[in-house]
């Protein structure tokens, strides 16, 4: 199927859900670092799951997943 709206696209919106509902999984393989907060923003034209996290120490990092689809092309 064709891609029709890349702004975000349909496509794009799935993964990033898909990556918010890991974080459990991504908290136990970077412990003792805890991820506090996640905000996603699903709207924006390439969407972007931001991961807030606090370290051993209690100091506040921030890691950001963006999700970008190329325009298809026939392989």
Known sequence: M???LYNPST??????????NLTK???EK???????????RLKE??????????DKE????EIVIQIIQ???EDY
């Not at 970077?30 to 996603?40: E, G, L, S, Y």
């Not at 034209?45 to 606090?54: H, M, Y």
């Not at 209690?58 to 990092?61: A, T, V």
């Open 11 to 20: 496509l794009e919106v799935k993964f990033a859900k898909v990556i918010e």
């Open 30 to 40: 970077i412990k003792p670092n805890k991820i506090v907060a996640v905000d996603k």
């Open 2 to 4: 064709k891609t029709l």
């Open 25 to 27: 999984s991504f908290e």
């Open 70 to 72: 190329r325009i298809d």
């Open 45 to 54: 034209d390439n969407p972007k799951v931001i991961f807030k996290i606090e």
């Open 58 to 61: 209690g100091d506040n990092h």
